[in-house]
C-alpha cells in the first residue's frame, strides 16, 4: 500500500495508464540534477539500510532480509543516495533535490 493512502488503486491506476514518456522523464530527471550540480563534480554513494521494526503502524515493514541483522525478520529497508563534493562534504541527494539541504 502507497504510504498515506487508504486504497493505492487510483496511483496503480495513474502510474500504470498515464500517458508518459520514460524517455522524457529520464531527460528532465538529468537536466534537473545538472541544473543542481551548477558545474561541480561528485561521488554518488549509494546506501542501503535495513532496520528491524516491531508493531503494524510503520509502512513497509514486513518479513525480509535484514543485512545487518543478518537473517531475516520484520524490518524496514531503505535506499539512500548520497553525493560527496570534492571537499568532502556529504548531502542527501532527495533532500538537496528537493531544496531542503
Partial sequence: M????HDAQPLQNFLTNSP???LALRD???ELTLLMLEGRSFKLVIDETGDKKKGKHTDYVARQYIGNLRKVDNG???????SVS?????QNCVARCRGNS
Wanted: aromatic content about 10%.
Fill in 2 to 5: 502507497a504510504v498515506g493512502l
Fill in 20 to 22: 508518459w514518456s520514460v
Fill in 76 to 82: 524496514i529497508v531503505s535506499v539512500n543516495a548520497y
Fill in 86 to 90: 570534492q571537499s568532502g562534504a556529504v
Fill in 28 to 30: 528532465r530527471r538529468l
